[in-house]
């Protein structure tokens, strides 16, 4: 890597004093920033608008030193998700923000309330808001960089380090201490986690026995850990006589005590209670007034300019750090040190104060540097743009296009007999023996559940990625094995521990690859399809950046059969259709899921229009249609086709999902006689019908220009009046909603039980998706 900023010079080239000056800028802004949006912006609805004055506060200092001395442009960083104006302030000094995105801060349009990727103005990394997802983000970003290093697509003038500030309360979040495993595991490089430890969370103050843990744990990963808990005036005064006596009484201090007193006040009363009688205290106390003593007890590591820099400077090789900066939850403010401050807001009076005490001029309140003389202000403008974060860069990269092979070379396995899971397998493994470009830039993970998703033969063809080369043991030995689990640089294949937060977050930095570093990966992974609800936060989080990735769950639904209800999904189809930026596919034949995943990879790279896909495979073998042409395609690809055409003026259909083709085949044979033209609809993606039916919904409401949807186009070769029958082996609702479409009445089959153990005719007999429920739903509908 490039070498970074050195610290060489700090008291000499005014850096601390620059930093300390823009530290006070940001803690203005950002507070007027909240006060604005919640006292002067007319309000419409009468809701708090909010903002967390007191959290920006406790990080401006941190946020200064790192952007304006430590950071350049080709580091990322994740933004405390509470500190969001603090960074829009940062990005207003940098010119990079607008005055009128920060006077809608929190408004439709304007700056947003956590940083945001997708929907903020100015250059966000890594969207920050749901706490824990974005911190961890970084080490999985860490090893994304690591992974394109390793296959020599890295532009040295790229690589840099990924950042996260977090706040303390973050540290409870148990996505940390997954992500914390799985990066010791992979050896991760240049990452920095930066705690503003203010020891108070929404609710209270935090626990005083956490003091010494996280040094513990995070040392114990392989990290450096540096706590920055006394700033410099505080070092100054332990050297002075009483001092010793000082710092003793600062460590056994709790953290609800030491809030309390910084809130009220009242230090030397208290000092002099618990400590008067030590030798040399009373004379230390003695020389500060009550604001320089409060001062002195505020003045914590966090807070001071020439710490951070210290400490920032001792960490400037590749080895992970976490820095532990100690420091007061709404410094400088009135609100500092209140256990209720998270969500508190400073009244008129109190702005009015800090206004008048930061020497800011009514009227200038939005200036950069109001109030500063015209001498400091141009120092302080030169010395941000001669920052090396400053500098003119381009730090959103595109990148060229993967080619995806055409559908006639797209491999389609053969047999008249097989599953979903079992094909995608196949396909991946057709992809990375045919030597075309895609099958380089697939990189594919997996929770632990490698081999039982089909992902083995990729793997053996491609290998497993380590940043050091690990043999295959067993190999090696003779011991027979299908599977070759050797490891390298050249690997293909991350394979994490099963947690699956782990996997969403790693399938996010994996999927940002093009626009972080301008080179285009396609990311695939596997998981079993109840076990999506375990990382569904990290999953949201994933979509909301615009991470592209391909999800593929297997086995899924009530056709797991023996496994039973703990491993049954129900409600997936749901989330599939409900999650935006995530195009679920639930194919039921192979040459289905062939044409869904050569459409994923270009739909994967469509900057303007695309996003990640689900698909939600079975591992039940079943008998592959046969096909007359390929006109079913293109309607497959638009969410559904007739797989059995309804006859003219036909009163009835049956529509399904997925793995339950079989005994909807079967029901519509046996029902041909008593209902003529029974048509049978095959819902290849119940979220692209849904999706593209809501589109057409909102196109007739907001421009007037109505069209036609997919689904009505399809359902409107049925007669007026018609029934449908839909079938799913999940919540009915993922399909029953095609009722709606045309007025058309619903029999919903599907699931709303857990399951539980058994082979498929039990199963399919107890919840009702055999062929008899089907064909008693059709005369319940049509016949009676």
């Not at 509470?82 to 439709?108: C, K, M, T």
């Not at 109190?350 to 206004?355: C, G, H, K």
């Not at 497993?464 to 067993?474: K, M, Q, S």
Request: hydrophobic content about 40%.
């Amino acid at each position: 890597m490039p070498p970074r900023p050195r610290l060489a010079s700090i008291a000499e080239d005014r850096t601390v004093e620059h930093l300390a000056r823009l530290d006070e800028r940001l803690r203005w802004l950002s507070a007027w920033t909240i006060h604005n949006a919640n006292h002067l912006r007319n309000s419409r609805d009468g809701l708090k608008v909010g903002g967390h004055q007191a959290s920006c506060a406790s990080m401006t200092t941190i946020l200064a030193a790192l952007y304006f001395h430590a950071l350049r442009p080709q580091d990322r960083v994740a933004v405390k998700p509470h500190a969001s104006p603090v960074f829009h302030a940062i990005q207003y000094l940098l010119g990079r923000q607008s005055r009128d995105q920060l006077e809608r801060f929190r408004a439709f349009g304007g700056a947003q309330s956590y940083p945001s990727r997708t929907k903020d103005k100015d250059d966000v990394d890594f969207s920050t808001g749901s706490v824990g997802l974005g911190v961890a983000v970084t080490a999985f970003a860490s090893l994304t960089q690591d992974y394109l290093k390793a296959h020599g697509w890295l532009d040295p003038a790229r690589e840099g380090r990924m950042v996260a500030t977090l706040g303390d309360a973050e540290l409870d979040e148990g996505n940390i201490y997954e992500c914390l495993i799985e990066a010791y595991k992979h050896d991760i490089r240049n990452c920095w986690w930066i705690v503003d430890y203010n020891r108070q969370s929404l609710d209270a103050t935090t626990a005083d026995r956490m003091f010494d843990r996280f040094d513990d744990i995070f040392a114990t990963a392989g990290w450096r850990v540096l706590a920055l808990k006394y700033g410099k005036a505080q070092l100054a005064a332990f050297a002075r006589p009483g001092g010793e006596h000082l710092r003793d009484w600062i460590d056994a201090c709790p953290n609800a005590d030491y809030a309390a007193l910084t809130y009220l006040g009242g230090w030397r009363e208290r000092l002099m209670r618990d400590i008067g009688d030590k030798p040399g205290v009373a004379v230390l106390l003695a020389e500060y007034d009550d604001a320089s003593l409060a001062g002195l007890m505020t003045g914590l590591g966090g807070h001071c300019v020439e710490t951070l820099l210290e400490a920032f400077a001792q960490a400037q090789d590749d080895t992970p750090a976490l820095f532990i900066a100690y420091t007061v939850k709404g410094y400088g403010l009135p609100l500092a040190g209140h256990k209720d401050n998270h969500a508190g807001l400073m009244t008129p009076g109190q702005i009015e104060a800090l206004r008048e005490g930061l020497g800011v001029p009514q009227g200038q309140e939005w200036e950069p540097f109001a109030g500063v003389p015209e001498t400091e202000a141009r120092a302080l403008q030169d010395f941000i743009e001669a920052s090396p974060f400053g500098q003119p860069a381009q730090r959103r990269h595109r990148a060229e296009p993967v080619p995806v092979p055409p559908r006639a070379a797209f491999p389609v396995p053969e047999g008249r007999e097989q599953s979903t899971q079992a094909a995608f397998g196949r396909i991946l493994l057709d992809l990375a023996k045919s030597g075309h470009p895609i099958a380089g830039r697939l990189v594919t993970t997996s929770p632990d559940v490698t081999v039982s998703t089909n992902l083995g033969g990729f793997v053996n063809q491609r290998g497993l990625f380590r940043r050091r080369e690990t043999p295959d043991v067993f190999r090696e030995a003779k011991i027979p094995s299908a599977q070759k689990w050797a490891g390298g640089a050249a690997g293909q294949h991350i394979e994490l521990g099963i947690a699956e937060h782990n996997l969403f977050l790693n399938l996010a930095a994996l999927g940002l690859s093009a626009p972080l570093w301008g080179e285009r990966l396609l990311p695939i992974g596997t998981v079993y399809d109840p076990f999506i609800a375990r990382g569904l936060d990290a999953l949201n989080y994933a979509c909301y950046q615009d991470a592209r990735f391909m999800l593929v769950a297997t086995p899924s639904g009530l056709t797991l059969g023996p496994e039973g209800g703990a491993h049954q999904s129900i409600h997936t189809p749901l989330i599939g259709i409900g999650q935006p930026k995530l195009t679920y596919f639930e194919p039921a034949f192979v040459d289905e899921l062939a044409e869904v995943m050569r459409w994923s990879f270009e739909h994967m790279q469509d900057e303007a229009e695309g996003g990640s896909v689900y698909l939600r495979l079975t591992t039940r073998t079943m008998a592959q249609v046969e096909r007359a042409d390929d006109a079913w395609r293109d309607e497959a690809l638009k969410g559904a086709y007739w797989l059995k055409p309804p006859g003219p003026g036909s009163e009835a259909a049956i529509a399904f999902c997925g793995a339950v083709a079989p005994e909807v085949l079967v029901a519509a044979e046996a029902l041909a006689d008593d209902i003529p033209g029974l048509g049978v609809l095959n819902v290849v993606s119940p979220g692209l019908l849904h999706r593209d039916w809501m589109a057409a919904q909102r196109s007739r409401w907001r421009d007037g220009a109505p069209r036609a949807a997919h689904a009505e186009e399809l359902l409107s070769v049925l007669a007026p009046g018609a029934g449908l029958v839909t079938v799913i082996d999940g919540s009915p609702g993922a399909l029953s909603w095609l009722g709606g479409v045309k007025g058309q009445r619903v029999a919903p089959l599907g699931l709303d039980a857990f399951g539980q153990v058994g082979d498929l005719p039990d199963l399919y007999a107890h919840y009702r998706l055999d062929v008899d429920a089907i064909v008693e739903a059709c005369a319940g509908l049509f016949l009676r």
